[in-house]
């Protein structure tokens, strides 16, 4: 049997349903998973052990056996703990068949056969009684059901279900109890990720200023969280305006309910400003006492050198639905809403008798604008990003005369508007979508240019002479930015776009950007390398059986893949010197043949190999350019500073991946490169030598 898999088309700048083997989503959801990055948190485990035996512990001394219910069982780990802790049986319930068939095997490898039960279902399905899937009720609980935001794996309607059909009243559960923490902060730079800032542009007959449409500037955005590695923002990007305060608990060891529901926590702020986020985290408690305690308190707030570096749980960031401007000691309300699976924020000010009303469950946002559906938050980051303007705004300067007829090619791009102020005679642009078209019409009638730049809403192959009025393009332009692209080389789809109109250019057409390359460096992460190594052992228990999985999964395809990362999140110091690996002039169509280099890349600084980092540049015009990647290599140790609002491409090293111990030090990595021309994809291979 096959199955349809969601692939971006780097040639059409679409998604398409591609029919692969049907164990390429099994293979594809274990390969990206988190579940070594767990498996290496040290800190998780073992508090998750401590919990454990005190939970069997407490259970013992009653005079009862210790019967376990361990939901999301994943490789079977907890499920160990509390079968070596003394538990008399353990209900291991895990609803991913191939992660449900790594935990027997795991299970009988070190031994818990007869003391283990791998339950292959939802919890929702398990029965309890004589002929059911467990005997009887457990009295213990032990669930790893969390992400993030805390609920946004379903952890409440699971664990509701389970006080209600498969533990005793008055279990014990661990953890016992999640809290989930808030901070009110002003930050210019995270509030860039959700609004448009007014973008100023000067032009021959002065200042002009494109703003946004109010329906923009007033939309709630999405309601999706904004979950990033927080420890990575430096304190000098957002001003705390209130101290940290606890939002709610939820107590894991009695009745929970999901149902949605409100918080209200008061809040006086320590400093005037504008309240524009909400950071928030959690932490758990692996006993009733609150003695062990997991948190993801960032730096700020947990003040200690030992942290653990995690990244299948980090912090969130909430977009408040208006900036609001607060004063130092005032009285304010901080409201949280939530449904099963996540959470939302509003600020109220208090007005004396409305202060004793009834909390009213506010509604999830949606938004309305559009905006928020076609932009993601980096690229509200990108567009918001000053310097990066300046440089279009001084290439496009370069290059437009009077009468220049320009045609844009991105995905709601901001170039048209740019170019219309520049100076050209007459400015199209080309929208993929319904989205991007509706985004680009509210931005022009806000800035009234509705009659001055034309939106054309076809495919690129499908562009006639009509709809550019039988004109033909002196200037072609892109960013290029497109909503379908993942690995930085997706954008490559302007040059199959600039292809697919060459019979609407003129003769002497001017394209921007004109070229673009492919660069690449070696480097050494800090923690990121965890995601993809394996663990072998995790709290004595041989979990190889996971490793083998995941590297098979990897595996899967003939060769392996580059994967997107946001690396300005992940630190990590280069070992070679950046290199230019391929061109791509866009002056020219997309060649029939495909584009290959071969090389090798000498390492200049001591460290482990763990990976290839690519990324591109863009050469708008002479001496200007623009990179997706690496922005600086900040001191002689070679730590990285990285473009912030875009991902790079990663490519992890066997040696990661399989765990190799290296005796010596490699001295320099060779590479091979492809770019397929029919297919927008690059296939990559490196050696250590």
Same mark, same amino acid.
């Given at each position: ?5 969601? *692939? ?71 499920? +160990? ?10 209900? /291991? ?12 095997? !795991?299970?009988?490898? =070190?031994?818990?056969?007869? #003391?283990?039960?791998?339950? =292959? ?13 467990? $005997? ?23 664990? %509701? ?30 509030? /860039? ?22 329906? +923009? ?28 305060? @606890? ?8 009745? &929970? ?6 918080? *209200? ?44 570096? *995690? ?26 809403? *939530? ?18 009303? /009834?909390?009213?469950?506010? %509604? ?25 303007? +300046? $440089?279009?705004?001084?290439?496009? @300067? ?74 033909? !393009? ?85 060769? #392996? ?28 169509? &997309? ?10 890349? =000498? ?18 015009? /002479? ?67």
């Amino acid at each position: 049997m096959k199955t349809f898999c969601g *692939r971006a088309n780097p040639t059409t700048g679409a998604m398409e349903w591609l029919e692969e083997d049907e164990n390429y989503d099994y293979h594809q959801e274990i390969a990206r998973s988190r579940y070594a990055d767990m498996l290496h948190d040290k800190d998780r485990n073992e508090k998750y052990y401590q919990g454990i035996r005190a939970a069997v512990s407490r259970v013992k001394e009653r005079g009862e056996k210790a019967i376990v219910l361990d939901i999301g069982t994943g490789t079977g780990l907890l499920s +160990m703990m509390a079968a070596s802790a003394g538990a008399d049986f353990c209900y /291991a319930v895990e609803v991913f068949k191939p992660m449900a068939n790594a935990a027997v095997k !795991i299970v009988e490898k =070190n031994g818990f056969h007869d #003391k283990i039960k791998v339950i =292959n279902k939802h919890s929702t399905e398990v029965t309890v009684g004589p002929d059911g899937d467990m $005997q009887c009720r457990a009295n213990i609980l032990v669930t790893e059901l969390f992400d993030t935001e805390l609920i946004g794996e379903g952890a409440l309607p699971t664990y %509701e279900h389970a006080h209600k059909y498969l533990v005793q009243e008055g279990c014990e559960a661990v953890p016992h109890r999640a809290t989930v923490y808030v901070q009110l902060v002003e930050s210019r730079r995270m509030w /860039a990720w959700n609004k448009l800032f007014p973008v100023h542009v000067e032009a021959e007959d002065g200042e002009k200023i494109i703003v946004s449409p109010s329906e +923009m500037e007033n939309c709630p955005g999405v309601p999706s969280v904004c979950d990033i590695q927080l420890n990575q923002m430096p304190s000098s990007d957002f001003t705390v305006l209130s101290d940290v305060v @606890t939002m709610f608990s939820v107590d894991f060891s009695k009745p &929970v309910r999901s149902a949605s529901t409100c918080y *209200r926590v008061q809040l006086e702020p320590i400093k005037s400003g504008k309240a524009q986020i909400v950071l928030s985290w959690w932490d758990i408690d692996m006993d009733p006492s609150g003695m062990i305690n997991c948190t993801m308190a960032p730096y700020w707030v947990k003040h200690t050198s030992t942290f653990q570096w *995690r990244d299948h749980w980090m912090q969130c960031v909430y977009f408040l639905p208006n900036e609001e401007p607060v004063l130092q000691g005032e009285k304010l309300y901080l409201i949280a809403s *939530r449904d099963e699976y996540s959470l939302w924020y509003k600020l109220q000010k208090a007005r004396g008798e409305e202060e004793s009303k /009834a909390d009213v469950l506010l %509604e999830s946002p949606v938004c309305r604008c559009q905006a928020h559906l076609l932009w993601n938050r980096p690229r509200f980051g990108q567009l918001n990003d000053k310097n990066r303007t +300046m $440089q279009y705004i001084k290439s496009l @300067t370069k290059v437009l005369k009077t009468d220049s007829v320009c045609l844009c090619i991105s995905d709601g791009s901001l170039l048209p508007v740019l170019a219309h102020y520049l100076g050209a005679k007459q400015v199209f642009t080309l929208e993929n979508s319904a989205v991007s078209c509706s985004v680009m019409e509210k931005f022009l009638k806000a800035n009234h240019l509705e009659d001055k730049i034309k939106i054309i809403e076809a495919r690129p192959e499908l562009l006639t002479s009509s709809h550019l009025e039988d004109k033909k !393009i002196s200037v072609l332009v892109g960013e290029p930015f497109f909503t379908t692209s993942l690995l930085p080389w997706h954008n490559l789809y302007f040059w199959y776009a600039r292809t697919a109109v060459t019979g609407h250019l003129t003769s002497g057409v001017t394209i921007l950007p004109q070229s673009a390359s492919l660069h690449m460096m070696i480097v050494e992460f800090q923690d990121l390398w965890r995601i993809r190594s394996p663990c072998g052992t995790c709290e004595g228990f041989d979990v190889q059986t996971m490793d083998d999985m995941i590297n098979i999964s990897l595996n899967f395809r003939e060769s #392996k893949e580059a994967e997107p990362h946001p690396l300005w999140e992940y630190p990590c110091k280069s070992l070679s010197d950046p290199q230019e690996v391929l061109t791509f002039d866009f002056r020219k169509t &997309v060649p029939q043949h495909c584009l290959s280099t071969k090389g090798s890349v =000498n390492l200049l600084r001591k460290g482990k190999s763990h990976g290839a980092v690519l990324w591109m540049e863009y050469y708008l015009a /002479a001496d200007i350019s623009v990179s997706t990647g690496l922005v600086q290599i900040s001191n002689e140790k070679g730590n990285c500073e990285w473009n912030p609002h875009c991902k790079q491409a990663v490519y992890f090293f066997s040696s990661v991946i399989e765990s190799e111990t290296l005796s010596d030090l490699p001295s320099a990595v060779t590479y091979a490169i492809n770019f397929d021309t029919k297919t927008g994809e690059i296939a990559m291979d490196f050696k250590l030598l």
